[in-house]
């Protein structure tokens, strides 16, 4: 079995600050994906980052990079810089034999 | 990466009626998949849409409630059949990219609200 847990069900920012999301995951799969996606109101589903998880460096685009833990199952998302359309909700998801999803944290960001 | 699209974007429908959600995507994809997301929650997968065969549901969900067809390599659809109000939700249907890269992208999602 797979599952995805996001413990932060609401996090707060500063415009321009920093903030990091948490994720822990669980999997039986040697091989498998992690993935962050962002939804806003607008309910779209959008691809922020990914990580192979037989890779040891972290990954980065932009201004969101993760730490990936792959012993402590840990795969946070830092958002540097932030931004008013980082407002959304973000998932935290793995790609084992399927794509499972958490819960979902919403992120403000405050102006 | 390819870009995919959903129709109705949102509908109102009445208690007992069906809806047929269309999902079209610009590029021929081998695995596409459709998701609930009720309101305030996480995505959940209803099944995955097979070309050629019929969808694989996961537990919770059949076929008789969920139809769904896989004509072509780019086209999907899934049908919500007599509704009740427990079946509004978000429907988002999502293709995995090919290669091994293990990617799965969205489409806008389809709002729906049963009265």
């Known amino acids: 079995a797979q599952t995805v847990t996001q413990s932060q069900p609401e996090m707060s920012v500063q415009e321009a600050e920093t903030v990091t999301l948490s994720c822990t995951y669980d999997t039986s799969e040697s091989d498998y994906y992690l993935f962050w996606y962002k939804q806003p109101p607008s309910r779209q589903m959008i691809l922020v980052i990914r990580?192979?998880?037989?890779?040891?460096q972290n990954a980065t685009e932009n201004r969101f990079s993760v730490n990936f833990q792959k012993a402590a199952k840990s795969f946070s998302l830092k958002i540097s810089d932030s931004q008013l359309g980082d407002a959304a909700m973000y998932f935290c998801a793995l790609h084992g034999n399927k794509l499972v999803f958490g819960a979902g944290t919403i992120l403000r960001v405050k102006s | 990466s390819a870009v995919i699209s959903q129709k109705p974007s949102r509908d109102i429908c009445q208690r007992g009626t069906s809806l047929t959600i269309q999902c079209q995507v610009d590029?021929?994809?081998?695995?596409m998949f459709w998701y609930r997301q009720q309101p305030g929650q996480s995505l959940t997968l209803i099944a995955t849409?097979?070309?050629?065969?019929?969808?694989?549901?996961e537990s919770g969900f059949v076929i008789d409630k969920f139809p769904i067809s896989r004509p072509n390599l780019t086209f999907s659809t899934l049908t919500v059949s007599n509704m009740s109000p427990e079946d509004s939700s978000i429907y988002l249907c999502?293709?995995?990219?090919?290669?091994?890269?293990?990617?799965?992208?969205f489409g806008p999602g389809t709002r729906l609200t049963v009265l």
């Open positions: 590029s021929q994809v081998t695995m």
């Open positions: 849409a097979n070309q050629g065969s019929e969808a694989t549901y």
């Open positions: 999502s293709f995995l990219t090919s290669g091994g890269a293990y990617t799965q992208y």
């Open positions: 990580q192979e998880a037989y890779k040891q």
